[in-house]
Nanobody, 115 residues
Framework: QVQVVESGGGLVQPGGSLRLSCAVS????????MGWYRQAPGKQRELVAAITSGGTTNYADSVKGRFTTSRDNIKKMVYLQMSSLKPEDTAVYYC?????????WGQGTQVTVSS
């Protein structure tokens, strides 16, 4: 059973920064694509950032230039560095790993941007 655990959420003021981490328990981490999603109250879950097994990244237009995702295949970790945070970034952030029909989600971590 693959486990996916996010951490690093919290309360931050507008303009501030946070780094989310995602730890994955699998012996073959490097073959999985990784994605960060978020879901705000009353809204659908949306893709924020993704990174392929080869390290190619893509971002939602709303976070381009502010968020950066990276992965460490040795530590089996994925990160989401968030800067210039806005109140509209407030959401539960989820980490997803996937390859073919195999998809695993974490439990989510709350990010609240408020003064």
């Amino acid at each position: 059973q693959v486990q996916v655990v996010e951490s690093g959420g919290g309360l931050v003021q507008p303009g501030g920064s946070l780094r989310l981490s995602c730890a994955v328990s699998t012996s073959i981490f490097s073959i999985y694509a990784m994605g960060w999603y978020r879901q705000a109250p009353g809204k659908q879950r949306e893709l924020v950032a993704a990174i392929t097994s080869g390290g190619t990244t893509n971002y939602a237009d709303s976070v381009k230039g502010r968020f950066t995702t990276s992965r460490d295949n040795i530590k089996k970790m994925v990160y989401l560095q968030m800067s210039s945070l806005k109140p509209e970034d407030t959401a539960v952030y989820y980490c997803k790993i996937s390859r073919d029909q195999y998809v695993y989600w974490g439990q989510g971590t709350q990010v609240t941007v408020s003064s």
